[in-house]
T-cell receptor, first 116, second 116 residues
Framework: EAQVTQNPRYLITVTGKKLTVTCSQNMNHEYMSWYRQDPGLGLRQIYYSMNVEVTDKGDVPEGYKVSRKEKRNFPLILESPSPNQTSLYFC???????????????FGAGSRLTVL | AQSVTQPDIHITVSEGASLELRCNYSYGATPYLFWYVQSPGQGLQLLLKYFSGDTLVQGIKGFEAEFKRSQSSFNLRKPSVHWSDAAEYFCAVVTLGGTSYGKLTFGQGTILTVHP
């Protein structure tokens, strides 16, 4: 089944304890992206990747890191989590995005993170 | 910079009534527009998209949306709402070109409540 898989789905952690949220897709998609969802703010893009080894900042990248060493994986790293990073996180992927056209994103089920 | 506005944070309708959810965008070029739905505890599912051509697009679950360039709008409609349509709905636009290839910008979301 074509899907985007995120882990963990739920996590409670403490301030400063490094954590990684994994994201994997099995559709051979080039484009991957991370969003956070907060009430009243919709979804805001954290980072995105157009292809392997190509990443760029979205609207709210502070406090986050990403890497894209393989096409299928796009982990989100919180080096030193803080309470304001408590949120619902979504990973998404698609075929290429570019000047010539846009493609539909497929979303993961979400990861709810609480930082105490 | 592009932006998407959903003026209604929360809408309540009775089952069987018609529905219209509003979406306005700000974007210089021809937009690529989407509507996504998020059921409680779920990820985002694509309802429909507009890339070009006919300005009235049909989606899944009986939804449709109309692109009106003169009003910079992409409103979502359904003639008769079912209780299972209760969810949060997001309008989104894709940026193509410049330094933000493939960036998907979301509106704040509209929560739909359906009364029996």
């Amino acid at each position: 089944e074509a899907q985007v898989t995120q882990n963990p789905r739920y996590l409670i952690t403490v301030t400063g304890k490094k954590l990684t949220v994994t994201c994997s897709q099995n559709m051979n998609h080039e484009y991957m992206s991370w969003y956070r969802q907060d009430p009243g703010l919709g979804l805001r893009q954290i980072y995105y990747s157009m292809n392997v080894e190509v990443t760029d900042k979205g609207d709210v990248p502070e406090g986050y890191k990403v890497s894209r060493k393989e096409k299928r994986n796009f982990p989100l790293i919180l080096e030193s989590p803080s309470p304001n990073q408590t949120s619902l996180y979504f990973c998404a992927s698609s075929f290429r995005q570019g000047e010539w056209g846009a493609n539909v994103l497929t979303f993961g089920a979400g990861s709810r993170l609480t930082v105490l | 910079a592009q932006s998407v506005t959903q003026p209604d944070i929360h809408i309540t309708v009775s089952e069987g009534a018609s529905l219209e959810l509003r979406c306005n965008y700000s974007y210089g070029a021809t937009p690529y527009l989407f509507w996504y739905v998020q059921s409680p505890g779920q990820g985002l599912q694509l309802l429909l998209k507009y890339f070009s051509g006919d300005t009235l697009v049909q989606g899944i679950k009986g939804f449709e949306a109309e692109f009106k360039r003169s009003q910079s709008s992409f409103n979502l409609r359904k003639p008769s709402v079912h209780w299972s349509d209760a969810a949060e709905y997001f309008c989104a636009v894709v940026t193509l070109g410049g330094t933000s290839y493939g960036k998907l910008t979301f509106g704040q979301g509209t929560i739909l409540t359906v009364h029996p």
